[in-house]
């Protein structure tokens, strides 16, 4: 089912890619924490923009792409804002942020000659293929999934049930991040051997050429002792092997403990 939601995202993004335009750059990540389920356990958010062009986020360009192109269609996507895949505990929920013209879109799911039929979700427009899977259009977002995450979103949207964003402990890791090419956002259960309750974590680049990104994040504990039992001389190995980074600095501010260190970029 995956590879089924992913080809109609690539159809989408192909369209996409001639049409979108940028959106006000930085909240990328909230837009959409806000329509993801509040259980979402991870969240990897892309600023295409800020991706493009830079060849030491190639290989994270790459695996954008890779989610993109199952289908093996050579996809354009200089024009899209951002992309994210967001995890649950049953599949991915896909969206592509822009400007899109809704008409174009909705012949390329007719174009796509799957059963694709249009109808509407709460006041949202939804096309539903024969295979259970669904495209709806939430403001300047495409969401692409099983119908039954894609109805959850639009039901999120509408403030009928809580989002990611509404969870206090992800929203506070998020919030402390600043302006990246890629932000993510996890869940309790992400990490092996560190109990947290939600953790941050974003990817920069500040010095072209030197071969590593700038990696920073966050941890939150459920207290100031869970923090300050974690700050132990080992923290910085086991957060690197976590993030496959080098961690270069720790520190604790109540129940939070904030990390930076280097990842260095991964070899073609």
């Not at 995202?9 to 806000?34: D, E, P, R």
């Not at 509404?166 to 998020?174: G, L, Q, S, Y």
């Amino acid at each position: 089912m995956k590879v089924r939601i992913l080809t109609i995202l690539v159809m989408l993004t192909v369209l996409a890619s001639s049409i979108a335009a940028c959106t006000t750059k930085g909240g990328y990540l909230v837009q959409v924490m806000k329509l993801a389920p509040e259980n979402t356990y991870m969240i990897t958010c892309m600023d295409v923009q800020k991706i493009m062009g830079d060849r030491e986020f190639d290989f994270i360009y790459d695996y954008m792409m890779d989610e993109l192109s199952y289908t093996g269609i050579d996809i354009e996507v200089s024009d899209i804002s951002a992309f994210a895949t967001v995890e649950t505990g049953s599949d991915y929920v896909y969206m592509v942020i822009g400007d899109f013209d809704l008409e174009d879109v909705r012949n390329a799911l007719i174009e796509l000659d799957v059963g694709f039929i249009e109808s509407e979700y709460r006041g949202i427009e939804i096309w539903t293929d024969d295979y259970e899977t669904s495209v709806a259009f939430i403001d300047n977002i495409i969401i692409a999934g099983y119908t039954d995450e894609v109805e959850a979103c639009i039901r999120r949207h509408k403030n009928q049930a809580s989002s990611m964003y509404d969870n206090e402990d992800m929203k506070a890791v998020a919030d402390k991040l600043p302006a990246a090419a890629v932000h993510s956002v996890l869940g309790s259960d992400v990490l092996y051997d560190i109990e947290v309750l939600s953790g941050s974590v974003c990817l920069r680049n500040s010095t072209s050429g030197d071969e590593v990104l700038d990696m920073s994040g966050w941890l939150k504990f459920d207290s100031e002792a869970s923090a300050e039992d974690a700050m132990t001389e080992d923290l910085e190995d086991d957060l690197g092997w976590e993030f496959n980074a080098t961690i270069t600095d720790v520190s604790m501010s109540g129940q939070f403990i904030e990390f930076t260190g280097d990842m260095e970029i991964p070899e073609d």
